[in-house]
């Protein structure tokens, strides 16, 4: 069965930002906060909370995948959707689409970065306010 990330646990965020580090050393071979699929940000003030902007792993109508005009952005098992960068134009309709913010662009590559589900912030999260939970969505 498939797995999606999902944020349940953000109360507990201290924004220590081990999430976006690990994501974008572990997809992109990169350190640079800029290079994460996850972006955590304050709610905003002293007493402000931290959020996670995450890809919710659409099941039905994936905005992304639908505006995409070269079909480089495929669904995802489970939800979500798979990037084939060969495919991308660089075009940024994508990111425009997403619902909730959670496709961003790295200006370097002309790329989208998309989550991958892949588990790698939820494991490397200090007090567990990511996880991996198992999608009932079988595309």
């Known amino acids: 069965m498939p797995k999606i990330l999902k944020a349940s646990g953000m109360n507990k965020c201290i924004g220590c930002f081990t999430c976006m580090l690990t994501c974008a050393g572990v997809n992109h071979q990169n350190h640079s906060i800029s290079k994460s699929a996850i972006h955590v940000r304050t709610t905003g003030g002293l007493t402000g909370k931290f ?10 109508e994936r905005a ?3 505006a995409c005009p070269t079909g480089a952005l ?4 489970g939800g979500g ?9 660089g075009c940024r ?5 997403c619902v909730v913010g959670a496709v961003h662009f790295d200006e370097y ?5 998309i989550c991958k ?6 494991r490397m999260c200090p007090h567990e306010c990511l996880k991996m939970e198992e999608s009932t969505n079988d595309l």
């Not at 495929?74 to 098992?77: G, V």
């Not at 309709?93 to 689409?97: L, P």
């Not at 589900?117 to 939820?122: D, E, F, K, L, S």
């Open 51 to 60: 959020v996670a902007v995450v890809c919710n792993a659409c099941k039905d």
């Open 64 to 66: 992304c995948a639908e």
């Open 74 to 77: 495929e669904k995802r098992r």
């Open 81 to 89: 959707v798979i990037l084939h960068p060969e495919k991308c134009i």
């Open 93 to 97: 309709k994508c990111e425009k689409a």
């Open 109 to 113: 590559e002309s790329k989208p970065i």
């Open 117 to 122: 589900h892949c588990g790698a912030c939820a």
